[in-house]
Nanobody, 112 residues
Framework: HVQLVESGGGSVQAGGSLTLSCAVSGYTSSDFCMDWFRQAPGKEREGVARIDSDGNTRYADSVKGRFTISRDNAKNTLYLQMNSLKPEDTAVYYC???????WGQGTQVTVS
């Protein structure tokens, strides 16, 4: 049974930082490309960051230089370090392994 569980969301002032975690069970996350997505109210879901099985990363232009995606293979956990947060970063953040159709339930990030 594949399961992705996000945590670490919350409310923070502009300029602050948060680290999201995505605990993976049921498969080895390092074998797959994994993504962080976000969806703000009234907006379409957008890709934020990606890490592939070789550890290569890609970021949306809107978060480049501020967000860092990483994974701890020993813990089978994906992370998103978010620095210099802006109000426009407010959204529900999801982790996903799209190649196997696995999505987390989302965690709310609110920046004021």
């Amino acid at each position: 049974h594949v399961q992705l569980v996000e945590s670490g969301g919350g409310s923070v002032q502009a300029g602050g930082s948060l680290t999201l975690s995505c605990a993976v069970s049921g498969y080895t996350s390092s074998d797959f490309c994994m993504d962080w997505f976000r969806q703000a109210p009234g907006k379409e879901r957008e890709g934020v960051a990606r890490i592939d099985s070789d550890g290569n990363t890609r970021y949306a232009d809107s978060v480049k230089g501020r967000f860092t995606i990483s994974r701890d293979n020993a813990k089978n956990t994906l992370y998103l370090q978010m620095n210099s947060l802006k109000p426009e970063d407010t959204a529900v953040y999801y982790c996903a392994a799209r190649s196997i159709g696995a999505w987390g339930q989302g965690t709310q990030v609110t920046v004021s």
